[in-house]
Structure formats: structure tokens, C-alpha cells
């Protein structure tokens, strides 16, 4: 079986050190995914590019990316010319700082990538790496990929780089302009407690093999039921609860862990 090909190949610089690398995605999609047919007799939906001036399907050679400037007015940009935009970042990553782990809020994170070495880098790669572990640093640079430029930072995950993308401060909705119910009222010392007392009794090493996606295991279930031909029982919607008696619920969530 022929491995995955990288997705992105390059060089991080910090100083004046080049590190070639090779980006390789470290998740893959399993969501269930869904055609659109036509419910009376069940070929596919088709989706073309109408050009809404002729009302023609339009080739798709024939595309180009515009940006609309006013009302139903566009420039137009073809790949060369955006590509140039990106200068050097287009095949180039260079680490900016270097920040401890835990100064980054979760939030920040998108998406996660491996980095292999590139190709005569592996000296360097390996140098990079292991300085950031001892250091206990994560390196923080900018990567245009995509048409879009990312805020990335780039960390050791075992014996290799990781990259991860981020959002910038500005893609954040900052909560305090969202319209968030306040708390009714100060929780009790008592209840601060239980709380405490239930969330050490849930407490575990984190093992991610341990949560799998059972909504997707149930819709697959319900779509294989229904190739057999049989129509699934569906369950009520659960009612809407009421006001919960807090001591009541944690006294109880207690004895039950």
C-alpha cells in the first residue's frame, strides 16, 4: 500500500536556519456524508455552473476568481497572480517566537498536520526538534495555504514535528458581546464542593482511544437497516427539563459514580 503523499512541501526558517519539510495531514474525515437525489425517484441532484448573464453551463476552464467591489462588479484574479501575493510564505515558514505550551488558550487551534522531513533536511529537522523539547517551546510563524494564510504553531509530538493551524485574534468572537443569560445567582460553598468532589471522581488520564463517534455508528446502523428494507423504530425527542434542584442532583451523580 503506497503511503500518503504530502500535501505541502517547503522550509521552516528561524534565524538563519532552513529546515525542509513535508506536510502531511494527521486527521482524516469520517463524518457520514450524504448525496442529494431527487425523492421521487432517486438519481442524483446534479450541480452546474450557470452563468447567470447567458444562463449557459460554463466550463470549468473558464472560471476565474473575482472579488466582488460593488454591486455585481468584480476583479478578477487568476492563481499566479494570487499566489504571488503570498512572497515568500508561499514556500516558506518562518518561526517568529517561541512561546511555552500553556500560554496558548485551546481556542486558537484548527487543524492538526505532521511534518516529515524534507528531502537532505533530516539533520536539521532533528536539531529543530529536539531544541524545542528541551526548551519545552512551541514555535509560532505564518503559513499560506490554500489561498489563506494561517497563524501556525509547529511543536514536537514524539519523534516528530506537529503543525498546528490557528485562528487570529480578530477570527474570535469575543463573548462578551454575545448575548449569555448571567448567572441567577452565587452557587454555595456547599455546592462548590460536591461539584469538586464529583468532578475528582470523574478525573482520568486522558485516552483518546477511548471516546469514538457513536453518532456516526447509528446513523451507519440506521442506513444499513434501511438497504434491509426495514424502517427503524425512531425514539421521542427527549422533553425539555425544568429547573433542577442542584444539591439534589449532585447528592445523587455522587452516589452513582
Not at 517566537?97 to 516529515?116: C, K, S, T
Not at 425514539?235 to 452513582?256: K, Y
Request: aromatic residues 8%.
Amino acid at each position: 500500500m503506497a503511503r500518503p503523499r504530502s500535501i505541502w512541501n517547503g522550509t521552516i526558517t528561524f534565524g538563519l536556519m532552513r529546515v525542509p519539510i513535508k506536510v502531511h495531514s494527521a486527521t482524516q474525515d469520517k463524518s457520514v456524508h450524504f448525496h442529494e437525489v431527487h425523492a421521487k425517484d432517486g438519481a442524483q441532484i446534479e450541480h452546474r455552473r450557470i452563468c447567470s448573464k447567458e444562463g449557459k453551463v460554463v466550463p470549468y476552464n473558464q472560471v476565474a476568481k473575482g472579488y466582488e467591489v460593488k454591486k455585481g462588479e468584480y476583479v478578477l484574479l487568476d492563481q499566479e497572480e494570487i499566489d504571488a501575493a503570498a512572497g515568500r510564505q508561499s514556500r516558506e515558514i518562518e518561526l517568529e517566537e517561541f512561546v511555552a505550551v500553556g500560554d496558548i488558550d485551546p481556542v486558537y487551534y484548527n487543524r492538526g498536520y505532521y511534518l516529515g522531513a524534507g528531502d537532505d533536511g533530516q539533520d536539521a529537522y532533528r536539531l529543530l526538534h529536539d531544541a524545542m523539547e528541551r526548551a519545552e517551546r512551541v514555535g509560532l510563524g505564518r503559513w499560506v495555504f490554500h489561498n489563506r494564510e494561517y497563524l501556525v504553531a509547529v511543536r514536537p509530538l514524539d519523534a516528530v514535528l506537529a503543525l498546528h493551524t490557528m485562528r487570529f485574534a480578530d477570527e474570535l468572537v469575543d463573548a462578551d458581546s454575545l448575548d449569555l443569560p448571567s448567572p441567577s445567582r452565587k452557587p454555595s460553598d456547599r455546592e462548590v464542593k460536591m461539584a469538586g468532589a464529583l468532578v475528582d471522581s470523574l478525573s482520568a488520564s486522558f485516552d483518546p482511544g477511548a471516546f469514538e463517534d457513536s453518532y456516526r455508528d447509528r446513523v451507519l446502523a440506521l442506513i444499513q437497516a434501511k438497504a434491509r428494507g426495514e424502517e427503524p423504530e425512531l425514539p421521542d425527542a427527549p422533553e425539555p427539563s425544568g429547573d433542577t434542584d442542584l444539591m439534589a442532583a449532585l447528592e445523587a451523580s455522587l452516589q452513582g459514580s
